[in-house]
């Protein structure tokens, strides 16, 4: 029992999951309905499905940022792309004479996801062709993308009316929100390609050291463009979601610091920054700690202005919790438990 609870408090999970439990632990306070579900028209409503279903924009890029960073390397054009796909997707449908029409819908989205597919060539390409760093290679389209942006939406703020497009940020099926159903499709998808695969470990390999990995045979460049290429893929799905959720292509809005929350989501989910071993389970913790932080904020009646500080102070406290300090102290506490129930076997 004491080895489990020692595992248990080890776990690069724990502190995140210790800090989703106390983020609903203050909501419950704060709104003893926090928890309730209802049904209205077939459809679920309440904190925890507006917490999924809000939270999906930011799980999707973060899964497409977990595998960049697994590589040691950062994408910091998410945001960008995002604006991006949304102002190709809204430009389409408005330049349509029927915007409802499925087809029209369709081919908005599959063109908005090829450009979301150039993006992460490009990106892919600075990266491993030119050996550009990557926090350089992104920033460079991260700056020019929302300009790219405000060229397809010619500077305006696009509105569009197309149901069928609604649909994908606030439409339901069966009961649950589509943005959770496509935010799960995405995160399994990833899963499946990752878990104990060649692929999974050619991503560890690359991040724990490049040069072994290149001296080993491994061709880093195509899985560079890989990632990057799913990264900026995850990041137009996401554009699209959040774009047909205000029924609106704001250039300047748009994606507006979902970097940081991917970035944030990954961080405390315990992948580090320096690459090498990922989690994806951790990523998707993360997601639900920076969605509910931000629902907790209006609970509680804090001023939305202050999200960013109480985003800050939770990744500082996750981040100092995970620390090899931190870590040393709990290897060193279980090692004393550890002797202790010996001493107690012993004895008995």
């Known amino acids: 029992m004491s080895a489990l609870l020692a595992r248990m408090f080890t776990s690069r999970l724990f502190w995140p999951v210790v800090m989703l439990l106390v983020l609903f632990l203050i909501n419950v306070i704060a709104f003893p309905g926090f928890f309730a579900i209802s049904i209205r028209d077939g459809n ?11 939270g999906a924009p930011t799980l999707i ?10 590589t040691r390397g ?61 926090i350089i290679a992104t920033l460079i389209l991260m700056t020019a993308g929302r300009g790219v942006a405000m060229l397809i939406t010619e500077g305006q703020i696009l509105t569009v009316t197309s149901p069928p497009f609604k649909a994908l940020g606030s439409g339901f099926w069966l009961g649950v929100p589509i943005a959770i159903y496509i935010a799960a499709i995405v995160f399994v998808l990833a899963a499946l390609l990752t878990r104990r695969t060649a692929l999974g470990l050619l991503i560890e390999s690359v991040g ?12 880093s460049r195509g899985l560079l463009f890989a990632v990057y290429t799913f990264c900026a893929i995850c990041a137009a799905v ?41 989690s994806l389970a951790g990523t998707l913790v ?27 102070a939770v990744v500082t406290v996750v981040c100092l919790l995970q ?17 202790r129930a010996g001493k107690g076997l012993a004895a008995a």
């Open 44 to 54: 679920l409503y309440g904190s925890i499905i507006d917490i999924l279903r809000n």
């Open 323 to 339: 620390s090899p300090t931190t870590n040393e102290a709990l290897s060193g506490w279980r090692r004393r438990l550890s002797a």
């Open 74 to 134: 950062i994408d910091l054009s998410v945001g960008a792309v995002c604006a991006i796909s949304g102002a190709v997707a809204c430009s389409i449908l408005l330049g349509a004479s029927d915007p409802a029409d499925p087809g029209v819908v369709a081919i908005a989205i599959l063109t908005a996801l090829l450009v979301g597919l150039v993006c992460g060539l490009w990106n892919g390409l600075l990266v491993s062709v030119f050996g550009i760093q990557p």
């Open 208 to 219: 724990i050291n490049p040069e072994a990995s290149r001296q080993a045979g491994v061709r």
């Open 286 to 312: 993360g997601a639900l700690v920076i969605q509910t932080l931000v629902t907790t904020v209006y609970t509680v009646g804090i001023p939305p202005i202050a999200t960013m500080v109480f985003k800050a």
């Open 238 to 278: 996401a554009g699209l979601i959040l774009t047909a959720n205000t029924m609106a292509a704001d250039a300047n809005n748009t994606g507006l610091f979902i970097e940081l929350d991917a970035i944030l989501a990954v961080v405390i989910g315990g992948t580090s920054l320096a690459g090498g071993r990922y």
């Open 61 to 70: 890029v973060a899964v497409g940022m977990t595998l960049v960073i697994a």
